[in-house]
């Protein structure tokens, strides 16, 4: 089993500051990793698919990078709604597929 | 548009059974899967299992295998989940979401909060 850790396990910045999310896997999983935020009392949303595909109608102040066992997550300038926890995931072996548990990024 | 509804909140005794509903709008039901994902209060995602909604193909997380079924129904568009023998720490907030090998979770149900209690 791919496990994913992800660091910090909480973010604390301000409004229009750069945020740094990363996920670290077990194994590589090429680049078969998302990232989604949830913000509480609603369901995940995707963001990033297959490490920097943005999905659609998501801004452009969000970026993803990596390969292999190590990803970033990159919000350049935070904005107020950004707020929110950041979960990653891997599909190196879809169906299956695992997410990290969380990073909670919150304001300062 | 896509959506995908989900049915309303559960609860029920450890023992129980219970089978949550997604019913799906807005695209070809049968040209993607549906994944189901679980949250337990105050805690991360974890991933469920997956069923193609084309060929009714599952794939089910080993620590669920021989609790929990999926099954679609593609007159109605709607993807089913059930779970047996439920524990207390299967009280959870049970989504799905449209599940597609080059794309992976875009569209999410709503959430279905079920809750085991004696």
């Known amino acids: 089993e791919i496990v994913l850790t992800q660091s910090p396990a909480t973010l604390s910045l301000s409004p229009g500051e750069r945020a740094t999310l990363s996920c670290r896997a077990s194994?590589?999983?090429?680049?078969?990793l998302a990232w989604y935020q949830q913000k509480p009392g609603q369901a995940p949303r995707l963001l990033i698919y297959?490490?920097?595909n943005r999905a659609t109608g998501i801004p452009a102040r969000f970026s993803g990078s990596g390969s292999g066992t190590d990803f970033t997550l990159t919000i350049s300038s935070l904005e107020p709604e950004d707020f929110a926890v950041y979960y990653c995931?891997?599909?190196?072996?879809?169906?299956?597929?695992?997410f990290g548990q969380g990073t909670k990024l919150e304001i300062k | 548009q896509v959506q995908l509804v989900q049915s309303g909140a559960e609860v029920k005794k450890p023992g129980a059974s219970v089978k949550v509903s997604c019913k799906a709008s807005?695209?070809?039901?049968?040209?993607?899967?549906i994944s189901w994902v679980r949250q337990a209060p105050g805690q991360g995602l974890e991933w469920m299992g997956w069923?193609?909604?084309?060929?009714?193909?599952?794939n089910y997380a080993q620590k669920l295998q021989g609790r929990v079924t999926m099954t679609t129904d593609t007159s109605t568009s709607t993807a089913f989940m059930e779970l047996r023998s439920l524990r207390s720490d299967d009280t959870a907030v049970y989504y799905c979401?449209?599940?597609?090998?080059?794309?992976?979770?875009?569209?999410w149900g709503q959430g279905t909060l079920v809750t085991v209690s004696s």
């Open positions: 194994q590589s999983v090429s680049s078969y």
């Open positions: 069923i193609s909604a084309y060929n009714g193909n599952t």
């Open positions: 995931q891997q599909r190196s072996n879809w169906p299956p597929s695992s």
């Open positions: 807005g695209y070809t039901f049968t040209n993607y899967g």
């Open positions: 297959d490490a920097s």
């Open positions: 979401a449209r599940d597609l090998q080059l794309v992976p979770f875009d569209y």
